[in-house]
């Protein structure tokens, strides 16, 4: 008895030792990740147009004006993750390889789109406007969301809050730029945005 007990003792330790070694050591889940904006500064970030933007509990927000946050920094492939909150009458977005940073706009960037009231719903949030629509248009107002971006050479993937609202479109049009934050209308805040080049 006492044999089989020192057995499975053993067996025991040696699964929790294999299990213990094969989980990632902390701060790897996040490896390879930069942050660019983690609610306490905009160092990372120039500011285009007149929008307030202010860090307010741990977010940037805005709700007057009209701007751009831009970040200092150009990226080709990457993914993307940001954490944002928008009211119903938003008019935001997150746009990428921003070939003009200073002046943003979609004749010179991919922009995913935050924009619940959309007249054109088809572009409205969880679409890239002008090159992926997305049916039935998602509401992303009231409520934290979390947009994963990813762009690899052509390829450009979109999904919210979990769901793929873009899948794999390729364009070719912009290959390298900046990641610009808009602020259009009504309240919109950023409390989180990593990229990771690839």
Known sequence: MKRCTAI???????????????????????A???????????????QIGDANWKIVDGAVQADKGNGFLVSKNSYGNFQLRAEFWVDTAANSGIFIRCTNPEKVGTD????????????????????????AKVSPMPKAGEKWNNYEVTANGPK???????????????????????????????????????????
């Open 156 to 198: 450009l993937t979109v999904t919210l809050n979990g769901v793929r609202t873009v899948d794999g479109v390729e364009d070719s049009k912009f290959a390298n730029g900046r990641i610009a934050l808009q602020y259009g209308a009504g309240v919109v805040k950023f409390r989180k945005v990593q990229v990771k080049p690839i």
């Open 108 to 131: 010179s960037a991919y922009e995913v789109n935050i924009f619940d009231t959309r007249p054109d719903p088809t572009y409205g949030t969880g679409a890239i406007v002008n090159v």
């Open 8 to 30: 499975a003792t053993a067996l025991l330790l040696l699964g929790l030792t294999a299990f213990w070694h094969s989980q990632p050591a902390s701060g790897q889940a996040d």
């Open 32 to 46: 390879g990740w930069v942050t660019l904006f983690d609610g306490s500064n905009l160092n990372d970030w120039n």
